[in-house]
């Protein structure tokens, strides 16, 4: 397997293509090689936790960390589209509150490189969703944090119009003066 690896605005946050191939039958991949992720991209991390989600178009889920035990996440969508959003919320990096978008797909099928100490959200864009992201870390709910979607200090452009579906974690998370964040 090989990925096509390419950095993002925030050179942490990698995008990944991996090879497909496919003819009139379908297609075949490898969503995933330890090895040659960390040929690619130079990381050698552990995955310890796989997460699948379905959403209805214009769910919004995000934004999500948890402060203790933070995730790594190789994030990707196997029906649908998505809008994939990652902050870096690392307060001594040169990044702190910038963020980065992605267009992900089924039909694309592009994966995202999301580092700890980022918080991760996406929004559907297409009638539903089915999303798959591998953790390096486990989910910790008493360590779970959520920050404010549209906070305007982030100015995060989400590519829909209308007001999303969001939980009540969501709707009430705060905005980035007011988060716990990292150091």
Known sequence: ???????????????LEPQVFGDDRGFFFESFNA?????ATGLD???????HSKSARNVLRGLHYQIQHPQGKLV?????EVWDVAVDIRKSSPTFGKWVGEHLSADNKRQLWVPPGFAHGFVVLSDTAEFLYKTTDYYYPEHERS????????GIDWKITGTPMLAKKDKEAPVL???QLFG
């Not at 096509?4 to 946050?13: C, F, L, R």
């Not at 090895?35 to 040929?39: E, M």
């Not at 920050?147 to 982030?154: A, G, N």
Request: glycine share 4%; hydrophobic share 40%; no cysteine.
């Open 35 to 39: 090895k040659d992720f960390k040929k």
């Open 177 to 179: 003066e007011g988060a």
């Open 76 to 80: 990707r969508v196997t029906q649908g």
């Open 45 to 51: 991390v552990e995955f310890v936790q796989d997460n």
């Open 147 to 154: 920050l404010r979607w549209d906070d305007p200090q982030l």
């Open 1 to 15: 397997m090989a990925y096509k690896v390419t950095p993002t605005a925030i050179k942490d946050v990698l995008l």
